[in-house]
């Protein structure tokens, strides 16, 4: 997928980026602050770690008033942040700059999210920035880290990929539920206006028939002459409404059919006293129905338990509602357009991070490939199942969760146990920093389980987070000595951060398809409102066309006519085309 994409694929992001960018900037700060291996050491740290979260809060507030990019003041805060972190690393390795990386991750997530391909180029700029401080400093230039800055862009890239395909999905739906409420609005629209201007209709009809029947004059009889009829008006006026019944009929369902229909129904039966005798009133005529609605009214119908007379009338007639009132009783028939979800699950992708973060523990700490991609082989499993059950129901995102927890804990110990060395070398540290390899299991679990909090029940989500803690405390008492509880805490810090990634995902797709959904329902509304003018514009024309042959029949024969019999036809007519007149 290259180039720009729309903002239906990619809003998601621009609602959820203060929090995503908050969440992956203060965690950083404090992993800087806590981890005895962090860049620099002492008070400069603490001051620096200070002042950059204080310009993280600065650019979070700056994106949270912005509808636009901010791109050019993104990436140079993110350069200026990565630079000053790699300047003060005291370790040439993976694991001071995959910190120092850290907060430009969501630029990438974004990139990748409003451009396609084109977004991986945020980590490759960045990657140049920490590889020429790297060079001033004399030490090595690191690549491999920037793979997890790709793989951030890539999830941008999938996730507004994944959201794209979906959406088109549910539009096309929504348009093929759509298709009967707009022939349904067309046909109202057509019969109101037949019913409004059926006075025209029969007028025309009773000047045409005035003319078939009038005499001839004695001039036009001797010379055999007689009005020229040149069309059966006089019964196309009766024949064009019956055909817009008939075409009603078809497809929709007129209420006065249904209310008779009902009516019928409900008085074949013994009980004499439950007869009930339903009086329409006229506008009700007109009133056409979907299938569905007029099922639902059938339900209600039987539900009143109605007798003897009752006088049917219309409270209230918008759009998407009809107010039908039976005596005391109001029943609301409802005509809305079908309701459209432009939400999309983000949990297939949670899984694939998930798998991504398993696999990425032979990488990173050594451990053994069959402890690695066994589980993340699990995890894209899972990943499979959520994206094709669609498991957004409580029972499935249950379900969801406490897979995901079985997986994590039985990776996290795995891995603790198939680690490749237990401690990370560091001078400024004896015997060095404890390797967590379960973190990135819980990375991926928290991720998952933050995906599904508002549909999981809670004592399933007690389980989930009970089980974090769980793991860590294990797998702290199964790696060697020196085990410093603060480097767990630490590594707590990027559990927290998934977790939050997470809520910003969620809480920008729940907003942007509020946004989304609204802007269709109102251009739903609009379109079916246009199909009922189309509908009374259809009737207008018919009868402006039958007033134009009318008035032709009449000017070819107008000379041939008693003068009285011209004067009424022509009143007649002319009262027709005051009517229709706009």
């Given at each position: 997928m290259g180039g720009r994409t729309t903002t239906g694929d990619w809003g998601w992001i621009l609602h959820g980026r203060p929090r995503l960018n908050l969440a992956m900037r203060l965690t950083t700060r404090a992993h800087e602050l806590i981890s005895r291996g962090g860049a620099a050491q002492g008070r400069l740290r603490a001051a620096i770690a200070v002042a950059s979260a204080g310009a993280d809060v600065a650019l979070v507030t700056r994106l949270a008033r912005s509808p636009r990019s901010e791109a050019p003041l993104h990436l140079a805060v993110d350069a200026a942040d990565l630079a000053t972190w790699t300047a003060l690393s005291t370790t040439a390795g993976y694991s001071q700059l995959a910190t120092a990386m850290n907060t430009s991750h969501p630029m990438a997530i974004e990139a990748g999210a409003r451009y396609g391909v084109l977004g991986l180029g945020v980590p490759v700029l960045n990657a140049a920035v920490a590889g020429a401080v790297a060079r001033a400093r004399g030490r090595p230039v690191q690549l491999a880290p920037w793979v997890w800055q790709a793989a951030a862009a890539g999830g941008g890239i999938g996730l507004a990929r994944y959201a794209r395909r979906r959406r088109a999905r549910q539009l096309d739906a929504h348009e093929q539920a759509l298709a009967p409420e707009l022939v349904r609005a067309e046909l109202t629209g057509l019969n109101e206006a037949a019913l409004g201007l059926?006075?025209?209709?029969?007028?025309?009809?009773?000047?045409?028939?005035?003319?078939?029947?009038?005499?001839?004059?004695?001039?036009?009889?001797?010379?055999?002459?007689?009005?020229?009829?040149?069309?059966?008006?006089?019964?196309?006026?009766?024949?064009?409404?019956?055909?817009?019944?008939?075409?009603?009929?078809?497809?929709?369902?007129?209420?006065?059919?249904?209310?008779?229909?009902?009516?019928?129904?409900?008085?074949?039966?013994?009980?004499?006293?439950?007869?009930?005798?339903?009086?329409?009133?006229?506008?009700?005529a007109p009133i056409v129905l979907l299938a569905d609605d007029a099922d639902r009214l059938w339900t209600a119908l039987d539900a009143l338990d109605l007798r003897g007379r009752r006088a049917v009338t219309i409270r209230s007639h918008q759009f998407d509602r009809i107010a039908l009132a039976i005596d005391e009783h109001v029943i609301d028939v409802t005509t809305t357009t079908p309701e459209v979800r432009l939400a999309f699950?983000?949990?297939?992708?949670?899984?694939?991070?998930?798998?991504?973060?398993?696999?990425?523990?032979?990488?990173?700490?050594?451990?053994?490939?069959?402890?690695?991609?066994?589980?993340?082989?699990?995890?894209?499993?899972?990943?499979?199942?959520?994206?094709?059950?669609?498991?957004?129901r409580r029972q499935d995102r249950d379900r969801a969760v406490l897979a995901s927890t079985a997986l994590a804990v039985a990776a996290g110990i795995?891995?603790?146990?198939?680690?490749?060395?237990?401690?990370?070398p560091n001078p400024r540290v004896p015997g060095g920093i404890p390797r967590v390899p379960a973190s990135l299991a819980l990375r991926g679990h928290a991720f998952v389980t933050e995906l599904c909090r508002t549909e999981a029940r809670r004592s399933t989500l007690i389980v989930s987070w009970a089980s974090v803690v769980a793991t860590l405390v294990v797998c702290r008492w199964m790696t060697p000595h020196p085990r410093p509880a603060r480097e767990f805490v630490a590594e707590a810090t990027w559990?927290?951060?998934?977790?939050?990634?997470?809520?910003?995902?969620?809480?920008?797709?729940?907003?942007?398809?509020?946004?989304?959904?609204?802007?269709?329902?109102?251009?739903?509304?609009?379109?079916?409102?246009?199909?009922?003018?189309?509908?009374?514009?259809?009737?207008?024309?018919?009868?402006?066309?039958?007033?134009?042959?009318?008035?032709?029949?009449?000017?070819?024969?107008?000379?041939?006519?008693?003068?009285?019999?011209?004067?009424?036809?022509?009143?007649?007519?002319?009262?027709?085309?005051?009517?229709?007149?706009?």
């Open positions: 059926g006075n025209v209709f029969d007028e025309v009809q009773r000047a045409v028939s005035l003319i078939r029947l009038a005499p001839v004059r004695v001039g036009a009889a001797a010379s055999g002459q007689r009005p020229t009829m040149r069309t059966d008006i006089d019964t196309g006026a009766a024949g064009w409404k019956s055909d817009v019944a008939d075409r009603t009929r078809r497809t929709h369902v007129y209420l006065a059919d249904l209310l008779v229909r009902w009516q019928q129904h409900h008085n074949r039966r013994t009980d004499l006293g439950a007869v009930v005798a339903l009086t329409l009133d006229p506008a009700v699950d983000p949990l297939p992708g949670g899984f694939a991070w998930m798998a991504l973060w398993l696999a990425a523990a032979a990488p990173r700490d050594g451990v053994r490939p069959g402890a690695a991609l066994g589980p993340a082989a699990a995890a894209l499993g899972l990943m499979w199942w959520s994206h094709h059950r669609g498991t957004t795995v891995q603790t146990r198939f680690v490749g060395s237990t401690h990370i559990i927290a951060m998934s977790a939050s990634m997470a809520r910003s995902f969620t809480d920008g797709i729940e907003r942007e398809s509020a946004d989304l959904e609204a802007d269709v329902t109102t251009r739903d509304q609009h379109r079916i409102e246009e199909r009922a003018r189309r509908g009374r514009a259809v009737a207008h024309d018919a009868a402006v066309k039958m007033l134009a042959e009318a008035e032709a029949i009449f000017l070819d024969v107008a000379d041939e006519l008693d003068d009285e019999l011209r004067a009424e036809i022509r009143r007649r007519l002319a009262g027709c085309a005051a009517q229709l007149a706009p």
